[in-house]
C-alpha cells in the first residue's frame, strides 16, 4: 500500500469511527470539529494512536484494567487455541478453563469457595444483589432484602447496579430506581463531616449501624462497599473503618459484598484490595484486571455457606440460583484470566505493585509539597488520586474544568492520565491515576514530570 493509499484509509477509518460509533462517556458536539482518539496498538505501557502518536498510559486502558500491560502474545494465543477447540457452551456446562481458573483463583481466597461466571462488574454486582434477594425470600419470609451502598462508591451501569451507586452525577436522568437500596455517607477524612477527629474511621463506620437502625435490622440483608472507592475519588478506607463495618455486620447478620472490579488481581499490592484491611467478605465480585482486558470475564464469588442455601429442597423447582449469564459461558474469558494469573504470578507483579506504588506514593507526596494546589493525595500500590482545591485552607475544590486541562496538558506531553468524571456535583476535581502492574520507577517519573509540568502551567 503506498502512502497515499495509506492515509486515506485512515481518513475513512477516522470518518467511519466519527460517523457510526457511539462512544462512551463523551460528549459528542466536541467530536464535530476534532475526532476522539482511535487506538490502533500497544506495547506493554505504551500506545499508539491512528496519527502516530505515542502516549504512556497511566490509566490501564481508561478503566483500571490492563493490569499486565499491552502486547501480551502468550494471552492471546491461549485465547485463540480455546477458541479453536471450544468457543462457547452455557454455563450450565462446564469448560476446562474455567473449572481450572475458578480452582486457582479460590486459592488465594480463604474462605470463598465457589465462582459464578458472568461478562462485566456491573453484571457480577447484579447477580450478588439477586443472591442477596433470594436469600432474603428462602431464609427471612422475604424481609431482608435491603442492601446498603456508601456515598461516593461506585458498582455498574446497569440501573440497578446505578440504584446502588454513590455517585449522583452518574445516577441523574436514570430513574426511577430499584426498590431497596439504602445509602451511608462516605469516609473520605480529608473531607470529614464530623470536623477534626481522633477515630474518623469508627466514627465514620458507624454511620453503618444508625442507618441499619433507622430502617430497622430485620430488612438489611447486605451492605456493597468498594474495598477502596475508585472513580468516587480514589478514597483509602482511614484506620479502624473496616473493623468497625464488619463487627457491625456480625451484630446484625448483614453479608458483606466487596466490589473489587478494580482493586482486584493485583493492583492495590495485594491480590485483593479487602486483604489490607483483615475484613472477611461473604461475597466477592471481580472483572477489569481478571483478564486484563484481553477477554471479557467477571466473577461473583462466594462462601460455601451461601452456596449450600441454594441446594437445600432439590424437589423445590425454585430452589437453586435461577439465574444465567450468557457470556459466562464464553471459554475465551476463562482462559484469558489462567494465563493473565501466571503473568502476574511468574513476573510478580502483585510485589511490584507494592514496591512500585509506594515509590510513586512518595514522588505524589513530593508534588503535593510543590504545588498548593494539590490538596490531598491517596491510594494504595498502583492506584492513586490527587485531590487538587483552589485553597489549600479551606479544601474548595477546583472546578472539573482546570482538572480537564491538567489531563489534556499531560496528554499533550504524551503521558495519559484519568480524572473523576460525572461523579460528585461540586467534586469532579481529583486526577486519578492506575498504571499497568508492570510499571517501574522510571515510568513513574515520566508521569510525575508530567503532573508537574501540568499543574506549573495551569
Known amino acids: 500500500m503506498s502512502a497515499v493509499e495509506n492515509i486515506l484509509d485512515l481518513e475513512k477509518i477516522a470518518a467511519a469511527d466519527r460517523d ?5 462517556l463523551a460528549q459528542h458536539k466536541s467530536f464535530e470539529q476534532t475526532g476522539p482518539m482511535i487506538v490502533v496498538e500497544g506495547k506493554g505501557m505504551r500506545i499508539r494512536d491512528i496519527n502516530g502518536n505515542e502516549f504512556l498510559d497511566a490509566v490501564s486502558g481508561g478503566l483500571w484494567t490492563v493490569n499486565v500491560g499491552y502486547g501480551r502474545e502468550s494471552i492471546a494465543d491461549a485465547v485463540r487455541e480455546q477458541l479453536v477447540k471450544m468457543c462457547f457452551f452455557a454455563n450450565s456446562a462446564g469448560s476446562i478453563p474455567g473449572a481450572q481458573f475458578a480452582a486457582a483463583l479460590l486459592e488465594k481466597m480463604p474462605g470463598l ?3 459464578y461466571f458472568s461478562n462485566s462488574g456491573s453484571e457480577a454486582n447484579e447477580k450478588a444483589y439477586k443472591i442477596v434477594r433470594q436469600i432474603a425470600h428462602k431464609k427471612y419470609d422475604g424481609k431482608k432484602y435491603k442492601i446498603i451502598y456508601r456515598e461516593r462508591d461506585y458498582h455498574g451501569t446497569t440501573i440497578t447496579t446505578l440504584s446502588s451507586g454513590g455517585q449522583n452525577e ?6 426511577p430506581y430499584t426498590p431497596g437500596f439504602v445509602e451511608m455517607p462516605h469516609c473520605c477524612e480529608y473531607r470529614s463531616q464530623y470536623g477534626e477527629i481522633d477515630n474518623y474511621g469508627e466514627r465514620a463506620a458507624r454511620e453503618l449501624e444508625r442507618v441499619v437502625l433507622e430502617e430497622g435490622a430485620d430488612t438489611v440483608g447486605a451492605i456493597v462497599l468498594e474495598p477502596i472507592t475508585a472513580g468516587g475519588g480514589a478514597i483509602t478506607p ?12 456480625q451484630k446484625y447478620d448483614i453479608l458483606i459484598h466487596i466490589d473489587e472490579v478494580v482493586c482486584g488481581m493485583g493492583r492495590t499490592g495485594k491480590w485483593f484490595g479487602y486483604e489490607h484491611y483483615g475484613v472477611k467478605p461473604d461475597i466477592v465480585t471481580l472483572a477489569k484486571g481478571v483478564a486484563s482486558g484481553y477477554a471479557a470475564i467477571s466473577c461473583t464469588v462466594t462462601t460455601e ?3 449450600e442455601l441454594f441446594k437445600s429442597d432439590e424437589s423445590d423447582p425454585l430452589d437453586y440460583f435461577r439465574d444465567v449469564s450468557t457470556f459466562g459461558g464464553c471459554a475465551a474469558g476463562a482462559a484469558a484470566a489462567l494465563e493473565n494469573m501466571r503473568i502476574i504470578e511468574d513476573e510478580s507483579l502483585v510485589e511490584n505493585a507494592a514496591v512500585v506504588g509506594d515509590y510513586m506514593m512518595g514522588r505524589l507526596l513530593e508534588l503535593q509539597e510543590k504545588h498548593i494546589c494539590v490538596g490531598d493525595v491517596r491510594g494504595k500500590g498502583l492506584f492513586a488520586g ?3 482545591v483552589k485553597d489549600r485552607a479551606s479544601k474548595e475544590p ?3 474544568s482546570v482538572a480537564a486541562k491538567v489531563v489534556a496538558d499531560c496528554s499533550a506531553q504524551g503521558v495519559l492520565v484519568g480524572k473523576t468524571n460525572r461523579s460528585i456535583t461540586g467534586y469532579n476535581n481529583t486526577i486519578a491515576l492506575s498504571p499497568a502492574l508492570i510499571a517501574a520507577e522510571s515510568d513513574i517519573d515520566e508521569i510525575i514530570a508530567a503532573l508537574d ?3 506549573r502551567r495551569i
Do not use: K
Open 170 to 175: 452518574r445516577r441523574a436522568q436514570y430513574g
Open 238 to 249: 482511614p484506620e479502624g473503618y473496616w473493623e468497625t463495618i464488619q463487627e457491625i455486620c
Open 453 to 455: 509540568i501540568a499543574l
Open 113 to 115: 469457595s465457589r465462582v
Open 386 to 388: 490527587i485531590e487538587l
Open 305 to 307: 455457606d451461601i452456596f
Open 398 to 400: 477546583i472546578d472539573e
Open 20 to 24: 457510526s460509533v457511539w462512544h462512551h
